[in-house]
Structure formats: C-alpha cells, structure tokens
Nanobody, 123 residues
Framework: QVQLVESGGGLVQAGDSLRLSCAAS????????MGWFRQAPGKAREFVAAIMWIGGNTFYADSVKGRFTISRDTAKNTVYLQMNSLKPEDTAVYYCAAANARLVTIANHYQYWGQGTQVTVSS
C-alpha cells in the first residue's frame, strides 16, 4: 500500500522560504506523477505542482510559478517542494499526492494522499 508522509511545514514571515518533504513508500513509483496540492480554510483544494517520477518533467500552477520548485530524489523515494518568496496567500495545508498517471493536475486523478502539513505565512 502506498504511503505518503509530509513534513517541513511551519510558521514563517512573508518573503521567507520553506522546503516541504514527502516520503513515499509502498511502490516503485516508476509510472507515477507526484503532486503537491494545498487547501486554505473555506476554499477548495488546489493544484500547486507536479513531477513525473521518471524523467522529472514538471508542471506548476500559475500562482506559484517562479517561486516554488518541485523535485524528487528517486534514491530516497522523497519529493520536495521548495517554496521561496512566500506570501500570506500561500497559507494553507499542503498535501502530497501520487497518481499512477502522466503529469496530471486534477485532484480526482490522484489515488494516494498524505495527511497534510500546515504552512502559515504572516504579513
């Protein structure tokens, strides 16, 4: 069974950086897309970034393009989300997800989810 465990969230000030990690287990992930989503209070879950496990192709939401970077370490089975120039509107619970599909951005296409990690950006 695939398991995803996020870490690295916290409280930071606007302009600061954070790096989220997602430790993945239970599969080889060779055909998977790994994604990050976020959900702010009272809002729908939204796509942030995705990366193909093999090849490393990436895709970003416009709201984070140029500020966030998704990467993966296949030897450690870990996916990262480097978040720079954080803004108060980035405040949300961030979820790691895995989809046995190619570079998908829709939440319903992801079969596996982590428990989420809170990111709070103060102004």
């Amino acid at each position: 069974q695939v398991q995803l465990v996020e870490s690295g969230g916290g409280l930071v000030q606007a302009g600061d950086s954070l790096r989220l990690s997602c430790a993945a287990s239970g599969s080889t992930f060779s055909t998977y897309t790994m994604g990050w989503f976020r959900q702010a209070p009272g809002k729908a879950r939204e796509f942030v970034a995705a990366i193909m496990w093999i090849g490393g192709n990436t895709f970003y939401a416009d709201s984070v393009k140029g500020r966030f970077t998704i990467s993966r370490d296949t030897a450690k089975n870990t996916v990262y989300l480097q978040m720079n120039s954080l803004k108060p509107e980035d405040t949300a619970v961030y979820y790691c997800a895995a989809a046995n599909a190619r570079l998908v951005t829709i939440a319903n296409h992801y079969q596996y989810w982590g428990q989420g990690t809170q990111v709070t950006v103060s102004s």
